[in-house]
């Protein structure tokens, strides 16, 4: 049965801090894997990984994936109070585009 | 929300009533998805349309149905509703090949 699991489930920071969000799977098929933020609403679209070892970056967030032992990170850097959220890790599995979603994980950050 | 649009936004419902939620993309997309959002549990997909005509069943179709009227829309039936289909629905649209999915902006339902 495929699988992600995300962790950890939850976590409180300060402001400034750094955070490093994990994703593990068990897919058949792999095609590539997804994060989302999800702030009170639906989840928005941050990063698509489909090759190991190769970082994707966008402002203070990057993430990278790794094939061989089938796990992904998503870092924040200098975290700050809008960045609270759900973080939601998915892979696509096969040619049909279906997603299968981790759990999430709920960062909150104090100011 | 990319073009997505959900109606209702909010509803609630007894035991055995019957509704349907309703979903609308003005971005050309191909691939249109159903999925449900419990707390704890992540996005569950029920049902999707890989292309007009088409549906397949998700990890979770029981107790639902659906519809692919035209490329826009993207219809989820509640036969007869029950409390363990509380939950929030959201559905979402994808243009193959790429495999990005966006997402509406979600109906929040009740099962009394």
């Known amino acids: 049965e495929d699988k992600v699991v995300q962790s950890p489930l939850s976590l409180v920071v300060h402001e400034g801090d750094t955070v490093t969000l994990n994703c593990s799977y068990e897919?058949?098929?792999?095609?590539?894997l997804l994060w989302y933020k999800q702030e009170k609403k639906a989840p928005t679209f941050l990063f698509m990984l489909?090759?190991?070892?190769i970082e994707k970056k966008s402002g203070r967030l990057s993430s990278i994936l790794d094939k061989k032992e089938l796990f992904s990170i998503l870092n924040i850097t200098a975290t700050q109070t809008g960045d609270s959220a759900i973080y939601l890790c998915?892979?696509?599995?096969?040619?049909?585009?279906?997603?299968?979603f981790g759990q999430g994980t709920t960062l909150q950050v104090k100011p | 929300n990319a073009g997505v649009t959900q109606t209702p936004k909010f509803q609630v419902l007894k035991t055995g009533q019957s509704m349907t939620l309703q979903c609308a993309q003005d971005?050309?997309?191909?691939?249109m998805y159903w999925y449900r959002q419990d707390p704890g549990m992540g996005l569950r997909l029920i049902y999707y349309?890989?292309?007009?005509?088409?549906?397949d069943k998700g990890e979770v179709p029981n107790g639902y149905n659906v519809s692919r009227l035209n490329k826009r829309e993207f219809s989820l039936r509640l036969e007869s509703a029950a409390p363990s289909q509380t939950s929030v629905y959201f559905c979402a649209i994808r243009q193959a090949p790429f495999h990005e999915q966006y997402f509406g902006p979600g109906t929040r339902l009740t099962v009394t």
């Open positions: 897919v058949t098929n792999f095609r590539s």
């Open positions: 489909t090759s190991s070892g």
């Open positions: 998915a892979v696509v599995s096969g040619n049909t585009g279906k997603l299968i």
């Open positions: 349309s890989a292309s007009e005509g088409t549906t």
């Open positions: 971005m050309n997309h191909n691939s």
